[in-house]
Every structure is written in C-alpha cells, then in structure tokens.
C-alpha cells in the first residue's frame, strides 16, 4: 500500500469549514484513498473513501486532486465532537487486499 | 444489530507472561484483522485471518499468534510479553465480499494492555 503524509496538528473554530490535507504521491492505479478518525479510546470510524473524483456523505467531502497524489477532507461545519485523530490510508478496494497502511493522521482540534 | 466487539477492555500482565485477546466480528462479516496501536501512533496492522486460516501479516515477530474460530470469532495470542507489547488491541472485521455501504471495515474499541 503508498505511504500517505499528514500535517501531525490542526485547529479549527467551532462552525468553520475544517481541511485536512494528505499527500500520496506514490499511490497506484487501483488504489483508492479512505478516510477515518479516532476519537480518544475508540476504534477508527469510516468517514469517505475515494477513487478519483470528488466524494460527498452525510459526514465529509472528499476532494482529490486530478493527478490523485493529493486529497483533502472537508468537514463543513466542524463542530467539538469532530475533535479527533484523522487518518488518510491508501488501498485497494478489495477487501482482499488485506491490510490498511496507518500513518500517525492528524489531530483536530475544534475550539469554541 | 451489534459492532465487532472486544475483550477484555483493559489487562494487565507482567513481562515474559502470555495474553489472549478475543474479538467477535460484526454480524454477517468473515474476515477479522488485528492492529496494534503504539500510544501516539496510527495502527500497525498485525495479521488478517479468513476461513480460518492466516492470509496476510503484518511486520510482527512469531510471539504473536492468532486464530479464527468457525462462527468467525478470533484471537490473538501474544507470548513472552515485553514492556514494549503494552499498546492499544485494535480488530477490525469485514466482509470477504459485498461491502455495501462504506468500506466494509468496522472497528472495535480495543482493548487496552498494558505489561509491567
């Protein structure tokens, strides 16, 4: 699986747009791009995933860039219970590819 | 309809001592993966079991161990533990085929070991 590259913090005012960026310049063909957080001694929880156009859910948009070796993940309306770790990953979307590929993600942080 | 669920929550064990871990996949999922969670750290995936056997494995020595039961329940079994194995227990199940909405891949809470 391409290794992916996350800024380690970001803040965010409550009610703004949150943009979390992720760089995966070496991903292949057949590899799509997923998101998760983790709110603090939870499990990761599925946001979106992607493959090369633009992704939209009841919980975030997903931009990804026409030569795929970027994407950015949109919350619109942050609000506190959006503070959490995100990890962007890269993989097939077969499940038997198997393994997820985690980096650190980034920490949210969403102020008042 | 339950979420993979995972036990115990938290353990404690002393160094050179061994732990099982069990996880039950959510309903109608055959495929379970195991993580390990470093404090600080994104998961590192540690192996992945389908029908009951090891299919994929992660960069982890033989200490750990796993098994898929055929009701697709599964465990992990790490020996000789070292204080470095104190980490959060993360499984994730899936389906082999069908993912329907999302991506298939539902985690557990984990559960929390921590060796002395």
């Known amino acids: 699986d391409a290794k992916t590259t996350q800024p380690p913090s970001m803040d965010c005012a409550e009610g703004r747009a949150a943009n979390l960026p992720c760089n995966h310049s070496?991903?292949?063909?057949?590899?799509?791009v997923y998101w998760y957080r983790q709110i603090h001694s939870q499990g990761p929880q599925y946001i979106i995933h992607?493959?090369?156009n633009n992704e939209t859910n009841e919980m975030a948009s997903l931009i990804i860039t026409e030569d795929r070796k970027s994407s950015t993940l949109i919350l619109p309306h942050a609000t506190l219970r959006d503070t959490a770790v995100y990890y962007c990953?890269?993989?097939?979307?077969?499940?038997?590819?198997?393994?997820?590929?985690f980096g650190d993600g980034t920490t949210l942080t969403v102020k008042p | 309809d339950a979420g993979v669920t995972q036990s115990p929550t938290h353990l404690i064990k002393t160094r050179g001592q061994q732990v099982t871990l069990r996880c039950s996949p959510k309903?109608?999922?055959?495929?379970v993966s195991w993580y390990q969670q470093a404090l600080g750290q994104g998961p590192q995936f540690i192996f992945q079991?389908?029908?009951?056997?090891?299919?994929q494995r992660g960069n982890f020595p033989d200490r750990f161990s796993g098994h898929q039961f055929p009701n697709y329940s599964s465990e992990l079994n790490v020996n000789a533990l070292l204080l470095g194995d104190s980490a959060l227990y993360l499984c994730?199940?899936?389906?082999?085929?069908?993912?329907?909405?999302?991506?298939?891949?539902?985690f557990g809470s984990g559960t929390r070991l921590t060796v002395v």
């Open positions: 079991y389908y029908e009951e056997e090891e299919r």
């Open positions: 992607g493959l090369k």
């Open positions: 070496t991903i292949s063909g057949n590899e799509y």
């Open positions: 990953i890269v993989r097939g979307y077969n499940t038997n590819a198997g393994k997820s590929t």
């Open positions: 309903s109608g999922h055959d495929t």
């Open positions: 994730a199940s899936s389906p082999e085929t069908g993912l329907g909405a999302g991506d298939g891949y539902t």
